[in-house]
């Protein structure tokens, strides 16, 4: 609930084919001065960290063995809200990036499939509280997404952690 009520939530776009497109979620971006992060054409400057979100990030790096420097938010306000496929193979995050998801709020499917064999495809099942961690090579060889669902489903928050090692 805190996280719903303190974070000034936006809807981005980016241009597809010309013309602006928005994204099927609501975003928010956060961290450590100079952890700018580009994706989709756009560059994305941090907030500053908000006392929730350190004390999230706080409980997850030990399990990660890696100490975040920025998050993504994103809100997902129904079944409709959506990340379609991709890998989080930005310049900005390495080689071999680490990024734990932490999910809060209505379950929702997390489908990752293989970048050239696209019959390899795992699901799973993200609920509330889990925390999913990716990372080694992850990103080289396999897309991820959370795609649409006609399922009435409440909203869901899904805050990924990473390290931003190229700032600006």
Same mark, same amino acid.
Do not use: C
């Given at each position: 609930?805190?996280?719903?009520?303190?974070? &000034?939530?936006?809807?981005?776009?980016?241009?597809?084919?010309?013309?602006? @497109? $928005?994204?099927?979620?609501?975003?928010?971006?956060?961290?450590?001065?100079?952890?700018?992060?580009? /994706?989709?054409?756009? *560059?994305?400057?941090?907030?500053?960290?908000?006392?929730?979100? $350190?004390?999230?990030?706080?409980?997850?790096?030990?399990?990660?063995?890696? *100490?975040?420097?920025?998050?993504?938010?994103?809100?997902? #306000?129904?079944?409709?809200?959506?990340?379609?496929?991709?890998?989080?193979?930005?310049?900005?995050?390495?080689?071999?990036? @680490?990024?734990?998801? @932490?999910?809060?709020?209505?379950?929702?499917? /997390?489908?990752? #499939?293989?970048?050239?064999?696209?019959?390899? #495809?795992?699901?799973?099942?993200?609920?509330?509280?889990?925390?999913?961690?990716?990372?080694?090579?992850?990103? &080289?060889?396999?897309? &991820?997404? @959370?795609?649409?669902? *006609?399922?009435?489903?409440?909203?869901?928050?899904?805050?990924? /952690?990473?390290?931003? #090692?190229?700032?600006?």
């Amino acid at each position: 609930e805190a996280l719903l009520e303190n974070i &000034h939530w936006q809807q981005e776009s980016m241009m597809m084919y010309g013309k602006p @497109v $928005l994204f099927p979620r609501l975003m928010a971006w956060f961290g450590d001065t100079g952890s700018s992060y580009s /994706f989709s054409g756009k *560059t994305y400057h941090p907030s500053p960290w908000t006392k929730d979100l $350190l004390y999230i990030k706080s409980r997850i790096e030990g399990e990660a063995g890696v *100490t975040f420097n920025s998050v993504l938010a994103n809100r997902y #306000r129904n079944g409709q809200d959506s990340m379609g496929w991709h890998a989080d193979d930005e310049p900005e995050l390495g080689r071999d990036p @680490v990024i734990a998801s @932490v999910n809060l709020g209505a379950s929702r499917r /997390f489908m990752l #499939r293989h970048k050239t064999e696209k019959d390899q #495809r795992y699901e799973l099942e993200l609920q509330h509280g889990s925390l999913l961690i990716m990372k080694g090579a992850l990103q &080289h060889y396999w897309q &991820h997404q @959370v795609p649409k669902t *006609t399922r009435s489903l409440g909203e869901r928050i899904n805050l990924t /952690f990473r390290v931003i #090692r190229h700032t600006s």
